[in-house]
Every structure is written in C-alpha cells, then in structure tokens.
C-alpha cells in the first residue's frame, strides 16, 4: 500500500518513498513542448502547485530516474525528441524562490528576506553576488549562473502573489508589497534571453503586476482548458490512486450505515465526490480537493480539512450577506474573463477573489456572440458551502450577542401568539445591529441577514426565493412540527431614519401590508400546504437602516 503524502511537496521523496501520487507528467511534457518559455498557472492553497514545481526542478536537475514508470518516463523518448524540447538526462542552474517562506509583514522585511534567499542559493553554486538593489542582484545572479555553466538559467517562482494575498485585511501593506513585486519582476524582461524555462505558480492573478513588460508576454495556463485538471485529483485518479484506502474508509461507513457492500461502496464514493469535488477550471471537467482528499482517506471521517485551515473570514462574510442566492439555490453570478481572472490590491472584489482562493468555481463558459467569454461562478461542494454558512452563522450570532437556540424559542413564541408587535421589534434589533457591521447596499444585506438568520436557528429550514415559481417569495422557513412561515419583505431605502416612531409606521405599515397581500393574491403559501400543519404569512415592512414593521396572518390546514 502506498503512503499518504501528508504535507510533502517534495517530487523527489514522494517517488523515492513510495507515496501516492497522481501521474500529472503529460501536462509537464505539453508546457515544454510549447513555443514559449515564460507560465504561470494560478490555483488554490494546497492544490499541488508546490509539487508540479518540484516536478519541473527534478526534470531540469537530470533525475532521469524518478520519471521511470510515469508517463513522461514512457514517452519521453519518442515524444520529446521530436522537438528538442527537452531531454531528461540533461541538467541546468535553477533558481526556486517560493515567496510564501518570506516574512512580508513590511515591504523592507520582504525585500531583505528576497534578498537573502538570493544570496543563499548563489553560495550553494559557490557565487558570490554583492549589487546594491534587488533587481540588479537578481540580474547579476542570472547572468553569473548563466556564465559559470555555459546554460540558461531555469527559474521557478512559487506563490509569487503571497506577500498581496496574504494581506487582504490590510490593503496599504498589500500595496507597498506589491510595489516590491513589481520591481522584482520588472528586472527579468532583459534577462529573458538568459532563461532556459520560467514557470510561476500563484493564487491570484494582479492587473497591476501584469503590465508589467517583462510579464504581460506569459503564456497563463490558468483557465486553459488543456491544463484544466493539472491539479487536483479527477475521478479516476481517485480510484486508482486509493484503491487500496477503499476498503478500509468504506468498511466504516458501511458498518455506520447498516448498508449492503456494493450499496456502501456505492454511497461512500458520491459522499466523497459531493464533500470534496467540483473544482473546475473549464466548466466541464472536475476535480477533487487534494489535501481534503488525503487527510479523509487518513482519517476516514469527513471534515472539513480544506475549508478550515485558512479562511479569509471578513472576505467570506462580507461576501455571504450580500450573496445568499449563492446559498439559497444554485444562483450564479456571471463574469468576463478580465474580471474574473484579475485582481487589482488598488480594490478587492470578492467573487474574484474567492474563485481564485478555492471558494468558488467555474461552473460553466458561455458564449455571448460578439463577445468574449463569460464565466458562471458557483460553490465546489459541500465542504465549502457548509463553511460559508457556519462561518457567516458564527458571525452573525456574534453580533446579535445571543444563542441560536435563545432566538429561536422566542421567534416561535410570538408566532404561536400571533404577536405582529413582538416580531418587529425582534427583527428591527437584529437587523440593525448587522446593517451597522456592513457598508453593502443596505437592501441586499437585508436578504442576505434574513435569511441565515433563520437558517442559524436549529431545525429549520430555510428557502430563500424558492426555485420553481415564476414570482416565488422572499423567504420560505420551515420549523418542525410542520410550521411554516411564508415572508414577503418591502423595502424603502433612507440615507437617513431619524424620524418619529410614528411617522416610521406610517411608511412601513403599507409596506407590510403590500407584503402580506402579495402573499394572499399570488398564493405563495399553496405548494407548502400538502406538508403544512400551519402556515404564517408574514408581511414585512422595513425602512431605512432597518426599521421592521410585521403583519402576520395565520393559517391552519384543515383535515
């Protein structure tokens, strides 16, 4: 049986030690087979970037041996001499920077730890590098790397971006470190000529760093649909590479499922692919989390083992109040590439951001005619989606200062004594106190906080414009015992509310109304009534920062 490789980026030991080990070295011969010499390819933390970069470094080292058995092993020979492209016993100078080991808490400390890996790989080919800027250092070391072995210098630059995308929260610091970057990179376009092969891995992509010259001629294999599964573990990776994990993660499951072999075996595998699958990078074919992948055939026990290491928590919940149809449904919003692929520190938008951080995913390509591609985004599976919902959850019952249970017990009670009054006053305080915590466009944080404000609340159900009807109402929540609330919200927007109570219930109460008769004139209440021991039509009126007004009308079914 091989071993799991938990944590270990390094090609070399992951071969040497028989760990397992999806064969991606097809795509390492279709990149060197290509014209150009400069990639980049940008994909999620811990999706494999590291390793397909150690992969290049073994193959430019020489270490003919570790590619036996792999495809690249294979065919190397017919297939890589047919253009030179390149020869796996041949060895070259490399330089490998990954920029998530610098400490880049300030553009000087970044710029002095850069510095100091230069000169640390310099002395390990015995050079001595001694210019007083970093790009010029940088270029002195290519061109003595250059001299010393009469070859062109391979250069591999890991998670390039980290020193920006690891200060999201503090958009000055990713500014300044960005600057750093730039004038990093901007030394390479007169070295060009001295580089046998580039190839740069990071998580997002920046506007500002790729007007850079010495960038914008890169070949970017990010959304290119050949290199769509370069990382990442497919479906049939799966099988193959833990077919010997199978029996041991299923044995458990069947045993907790009182299932049938074939059944469990059956069950366990869509489990598996409904946690941790869907990431797409073409719209078509998919891939599974590689490092949740490997620690639940460790562990053989679902978790969330992506999702809980390293979540931009402000991103997330800035993102969730504003986007609930992301959650309700499979809503989706709709990108140009230029958006969607770029990120600018100048301005953080979040569904870029989170599709380029693993958050979100491409769910289709479409082609508008006289137009570019557009690119639908959605949540991977369910590892994510419950991640944004637990994450937003935790949030919002932070800020309302109570107890998901506590809300509930008094949600229930005012509905049981048809108390309209109490109602308002309860959403009016919840609503206002999470409005204060957003800059959004107060309408949109209104339908976002309504509803994983009910979806917060245990045992309930939550549909936020139920899919299906042509006018389908704001908010559908199912409680147990086959209570149902149906909620139609209007809304009346006010920069400022400082009126009178009684003048802010004169603009609410029509609004409430309004609500309440749409729900009665369309009917919104019919598809629930089957399953239905009482339903609640809700009206909610609501008013500048978050004043509610609420008409209730019950209704219970008859036998």
Known sequence: ??????????????????????????????????????????????????????????????????????????????????NNAYNLEESFPIINLNFASFDFDSPQILEAGITHRLKSIARSYDLNIDAPTLPALFAEFIRNLKRKYQKNVVLLIDEYDAPVS????????????????????????????????????????????????????????????????????????????????????????????????????????????????????????KVLN????????????????????????????DFVLQNPLYFARETLSTFGSEKLEMADPNYWAPEPLLFQKGYLTLDKIVQIPNHFHEYRLRIPNAEIDFKFKSEFTQFLFETLNTRPDDEKEIFTAALFCEDAEKISAQITANLRKIISQSSAKVERVLHGALFFYFYGL????????????????????????????????????????????????????????????????????????????????????????GHCLALLKTEKRTA
């Open 290 to 317: 590689p490092h949740s992948l490997l620690y639940f055939f460790y562990n053989n026990q679902f978790q969330r083992y992506w999702a809980d290491m390293d979540s931009p928590s402000k991103l997330i919940t």
């Open 458 to 545: 245990p045992d309930v159900e939550v549909l936020f414009e139920p899919a299906g009807a042509d006018t389908p109402p704001d908010l559908v929540v199912k409680f147990d015992d086959g209570l149902y609330v149906i909620i139609e919200l209007k809304f009346q927007y006010a920069k400022k509310d400082s009126l009178t109570k009684r003048k802010i219930k004169e603009i609410t109460r029509p609004l409430a109304r309004q609500g309440l008769k749409d729900i009665e004139d369309i009917n919104y209440g019919a598809p629930y009534m089957v399953g239905a021991t009482k339903i609640h039509k809700l009206g909610l009126g609501i008013y500048g920062e």
């Open 166 to 285: 690891g200060n999201i929260d503090d958009l000055e610091l990713a500014q300044k470190n960005a600057r750093v970057l730039k004038n990093f990179y901007a030394s390479l376009k007169p070295l060009i000529k001295d580089l046998r092969f580039v190839f740069i891995t990071g998580i997002t992509s920046y506007a500002m760093l790729w007007r850079i010259p010495a960038l914008n001629h890169v070949i970017n294999l990010t959304m290119d649909k050949r290199f769509s599964t370069v990382c990442g573990f497919t479906h049939e990776e799966m099988d193959s590479c833990f077919k010997d994990y199978y029996p041991i993660a299923l044995e458990k499951f069947k045993n907790s499922n009182s299932l049938g072999p074939n059944d469990a075996i059956a069950e366990a595998r869509q489990k598996i692919l409904d946690m941790y699958d869907g990431y797409s990078w073409d719209g078509i074919k």
């Open 1 to 82: 049986m091989k071993r799991l490789p938990l944590g270990v980026q390094s090609f070399p030991e992951i071969i040497e030690q028989n760990y397992v080990y999806a064969d991606k070295t097809r795509f390492i011969h279709e990149i060197l087979s290509f014209a150009g010499k400069t990639f980049f390819l940008a994909r999620p933390s811990r999706f494999g970037k590291t390793l397909l970069l150690s992969a290049f470094e073994a193959l430019f080292s020489g270490r003919k041996d570790l590619f036996d058995g792999l495809w690249i092993g294979e065919n190397a020979k017919t297939q890589g001499s047919s």
